[in-house]
């Protein structure tokens, strides 16, 4: 069993009551685990030590920031939220824990009582080729999701301008990220059980 968590955002104390209200199951948390929240170190290591995680947009641009590759201006990982981070670490991200983001993969498949599922951070574009042609929209993608019969579900976050929605009856989609709202949303699967709690950090 899984419990797949939305945008945590550096809200530690929130996703630990979201946990507490879930049944037990391994934490998948769905990216952006920090920035902006005043505890991105504790959610990181609880991931790390308690759970599995992909990459979002903000561990990507956290990467980016102290390994430059020109993906992103240098300036946008703090315009986001990324000094908050830092200082959660006392000032610097450290190594072992920028080579754990940098591990993290992109998606993950879920079979669960005969039923697959495809974790993202953003919806996929189905119509691209190749998964390094997908990374973009795996990571930044801001339109509906598009079906894709392989799965019995596809659950994202990233996309607060969302929060909490459905796609398709029965449901093909939904996306889990509610932090616009200041809530943190997670699903439990194979129950398709959802799950909020109210930011207390």
Request: hydrophobic share 35%; charged share 20%.
């Given at each position: ?8 955002a ?12 879930m049944?037990?199951?391994?934490a998948?948390?769905?990216?952006d ?7 991105s170190?504790?959610?990181v ?9 992909l ?5 990507d ?22 000094e ?20 993290r ?31 973009e ?7 509906y ?10 659950i ?46």
């Amino acid at each position: 069993m899984y419990n797949v968590i939305g945008d945590v955002a550096g809200n530690y104390r929130t996703l630990q009551a979201l946990i507490a209200k879930m049944p037990a199951g391994t934490a998948l948390s769905v990216g952006d685990m920090i920035d902006r929240g005043p505890r991105s170190r504790e959610v990181v290591e609880y991931f790390l030590n308690n759970g599995e995680a992909l990459r979002g947009n903000h561990e990507d641009m956290c990467l980016e920031f102290y390994r430059p590759t020109g993906r992103y201006c240098n300036t946008d990982w703090h315009w986001n939220g990324g000094e908050v981070t830092e200082r959660s670490w006392g000032g610097r991200v450290p190594e072992d824990v920028l080579n754990w983001m940098a591990s993290r993969p992109l998606y993950k498949e879920i079979e669960c009582d005969g039923k697959k599922y495809f974790i993202s951070h953003a919806f996929i574009s189905w119509n691209r080729q190749g998964l390094s042609a997908m990374e973009e929209s795996i990571m930044w993608n801001r339109a509906y999701p598009v079906e894709n019969k392989d799965y019995s579900l596809q659950i994202c976050g990233h996309n607060s301008q969302f929060g909490l929605r459905w796609w398709g009856n029965p449901a093909y989609a939904v996306c889990i990220d509610t932090s616009r709202s200041k809530v943190l949303t997670g699903i439990h699967l194979p129950s398709g059980q959802i799950y909020e709690q109210e930011y207390i950090d």
